[in-house]
């Protein structure tokens, strides 16, 4: 069984740092992986889907990477702001289309002003 | 703008009622899921459902069932809420190729 575990499970870093979220995930037989945020009390917002035969993805100041047999994925912000400050949550797919993703627990991040 | 509309955002129910949770997607997807999120368990899979009246148990499936009788919408039913029931849920959709899943804003479900 899938599973996807995300460290650290918070960060608090001052505002205009570069930082680095990290997902792990223990079967490498993926179709994809996404990474979301989520504000407090609401849904899921799509940031960044990386298909398995891709290493990255980028999305403005988000780069996000995957390397599908280490069975790893980083998220990286660059110049963190204070709206920044959410939960993000990565998942994986693990087969085309049909299957629900696998959530990581998230990295609940705090950027300071 | 792609939209997953949850109908309810705050219920609050009694132990031994049927509740319904609605939700509605405009962008045609074959894939519709119904999550909830608890603190300190993360996000499960309840029920998901790639097409009209098709539908596969996921993870937690005990105690609720879906159904799913048009394309764009897809029903979450607690047959005899309970109060280990309460929580925040979620329903999403994406293409049947597995492409970017969206999700709507949540349904948060109190059982007393």
């Known amino acids: 069984k899938q599973e996807v575990t995300q460290i650290p499970a918070a960060l608090s870093v001052p505002e205009g740092e570069n930082l680095v979220l990290n997902c792990s995930f223990t079967?490498?037989?993926?179709?994809?992986l996404q990474w979301f945020r989520q504000d407090p009390g609401k849904g899921l917002t799509s940031l960044l889907l990386?298909?398995?035969?891709?290493r990255e993805q980028t999305s403005g100041r988000l780069n996000a990477s995957l390397d599908k047999s280490s069975g790893r994925s980083t998220l990286y912000i660059a110049a963190s702001q204070p709206g920044d400050s959410a939960t993000y949550l990565c998942a994986v797919n693990g087969w085309a289309g049909r299957r629900a993703l696998t959530f990581g627990s998230g990295t609940r991040l705090q950027v300071q002003p | 703008d792609v939209k997953v509309t949850q109908s309810s955002r705050y219920l609050v129910k009694r132990t031994g009622e049927k509740v319904f949770l609605e939700c509605v997607q405009d962008m045609d997807h074959e894939n519709m899921f119904w999550y909830r999120q608890d603190p300190g368990l993360g996000l499960r899979l309840i029920y998901f459902s790639y097409d009209v009246k098709m539908k596969e148990k996921g993870d937690i499936p005990e105690g609720y069932s879906v159904s799913r009788e048009k394309k764009e919408r897809f029903s979450l039913i607690l047959e005899s809420a309970s109060t280990n029931q309460t929580s925040m849920y979620l329903c999403a959709s994406s293409t049947l190729g597995g492409g970017t899943i969206y999700f709507g804003e949540g349904s948060w479900l109190t059982v007393v």
């Open positions: 990386i298909q398995s035969s891709q």
């Open positions: 079967d490498s037989a993926i179709y994809n």
